[in-house]
């Protein structure tokens, strides 16, 4: 197992170089610039445009900005913003732990509900309850988040007036753990009701697969309790297609959910890349990049070390 998560580990340093390239080069293509702000002001001179190119190091070749950029990401420099001229480390590390409030409670909610029902609705397929929540999930899946947010936010927070609008917190107020949930009950209801659908799903599939296995009749013959088959044999195997959407999951616990974070005003790694790319601000969206881009590669490597946890005779070699 060591020896394939170091294996896995090596191969993942040039397909991250690569990426890494692709994403500065796809950043530097885009229109604009951080000093399209400027454009059409008349105080702005075209020395003033020298001069700002060279601070920030746009007057250089491609190849040259990129590998100075690796350097320095190597020696944990990732930059100044062009927008707040703060580090981009600072700003990531101020919105990270917000991220990681909201996403890691969205994770928590979509577990604790989907696994249960998804097992019930392939235990009961084709009750009154499977079709309702098919019916539910499916609703949910193809309702647009942005949508569904501002629905939320029209009901509880306009109409209702049960729940705040937006933010972390009551502006002015002291902290309160009453209040923080309240802030919280909207963004995680809005992301956990669209991603729920697919766990459901995946689960559900899975389940109905397992539970016409040759094994699952004979622990029936055993004489084991109808819970004990479905939980200790058929939902360890049939949790394999859970996993990866899990793993896939997972890098948003860190970089934020875009959407859902600027309509709520979220102050997340997702509405950071928002204000970033809107301001072309070139450090901070190849920092975010890159630490997304890892992510997802070692989300992947975990589930690869799940898949060999959930069934023996997966083998590393």
Known sequence: MGRYVVRRLLQAVPLLLAISVAAFAIIKAQPGGPLAAYEGNPDFTEADRVRLEHAFGLDQPLPLQYLNWLGSFLRLDWGYSFASHQPVLMLIGERLPNTLYLMGTVFVVVLLVAIPVGVLTAVKQYSWFDHIVTGTIFTFL?????????????????????????????LGASFDVGDRLRHLILP??????????????????????????????????????ERIVIMRHALKNAAIPLVTIIALDMPELF???????????????????????????????????????????????????????????????
């Open 255 to 317: 970089v934020g959910a875009l959407v859902t974070e600027q309509i709520f005003g979220w102050p997340g790694m997702g509405r950071l890349f928002w204000d970033a790319a809107t301001r072309s601000d070139y450090p901070v969206l190849q920092g975010i990049l890159a630490v997304s881009s890892s992510l997802i590669v070692l989300a992947n490597l975990f589930a690869d070390v799940m898949y060999g946890w959930l069934d023996p005779r997966i083998r590393f070699s």
């Open 142 to 170: 193809s309702t647009p988040t942005f949508w569904l947010g501002l629905l939320l936010i029209i009901v509880f927070g306009l109409q209702l007036r049960w729940l705040p609008l937006g933010g972390m917190q009551t």
């Open 188 to 225: 995680v209801a809005t992301i956990a009701l669209v991603q729920m659908g697919s766990h459901v799903r995946f689960l559900r599939a899975s389940m109905l697969e397992t539970i016409g296995q040759d094994y699952m009749r004979t622990a029936r013959a055993k004489g084991l309790a």
